[in-house]
């Protein structure tokens, strides 16, 4: 290509550039008054979202820290964009109540949810095998045995440490 033909595709670009944000506000702005108002937050970039930071958080052991600094800044309820998927992000007691005890949500999980907690959890399966597995997470968590357990881990952690 010469000069003259890459000056006319970089003219292209910048009308393109310009004009399709226009046309794009221009075919919603009918639909934000319909819309219901969204809550604090941010999307971030398209599909990549708070994926990247939040999994370089992760990465080193701060997701904790993370998670805090979000709620700090956009509230216990606010929206995100998690592995491409808009998230709503919830936090707290309410929060949890209404999460766990809500037939509507319970039944269908977001895919980043599924994502990050699996899709065959105890609140997804429902009648004699939910039953099945609360029994056998509520004997797994009684005192006594958490005792062991943690009894347990206790042990084989030093003598690891001990090993070294």
């Known amino acids: ?3 003259t033909a890459w000056t006319m595709l970089a003219a292209v670009v910048a009308v393109l550039a310009a004009v399709v944000p226009v ?3 221009a075919v919603g702005a009918g639909d934000k008054a319909k819309r219901k108002p969204l809550p604090p937050g941010s999307f971030g970039l398209p599909i990549v979202g708070q994926t ?4 370089r958080a992760l990465r080193i052991n701060t997701g904790e820290e993370w998670l805090r600094r979000w709620v700090a800044t956009y509230g216990p309820v606010s929206r995100m964009s998690l592995f491409g998927r808009r998230t709503a992000f919830l936090v707290g007691p309410s929060a949890n109540k209404f999460f766990f005890s809500n037939a509507a ?3 269908n999980l977001p ?4 994502r990050m907690v699996g ?3 105890i609140r997804e399966v429902a009648g004699e095998e939910h039953h099945r597995i609360r029994a056998i997470m509520v004997q797994f ?3 006594d045995a958490v005792r062991r357990h943690v009894a347990s881990m206790d042990g084989e952690v030093r003598r690891h440490l ?3």
Not at 52 to 55: K, W
Not at 111 to 114: D, L, N, V
């Open 141 to 143: 968590l009684r005192p």
């Open 23 to 25: 046309l794009f506000s």
């Open 105 to 107: 949500v319970a039944t």
């Open 119 to 121: 899709r065959r959890t």
């Open 111 to 114: 895919q980043s949810m599924a």
């Open 1 to 3: 290509m010469d000069a």
């Open 52 to 55: 990247l930071s939040y999994m």
């Open 162 to 164: 001990n090993a070294e």
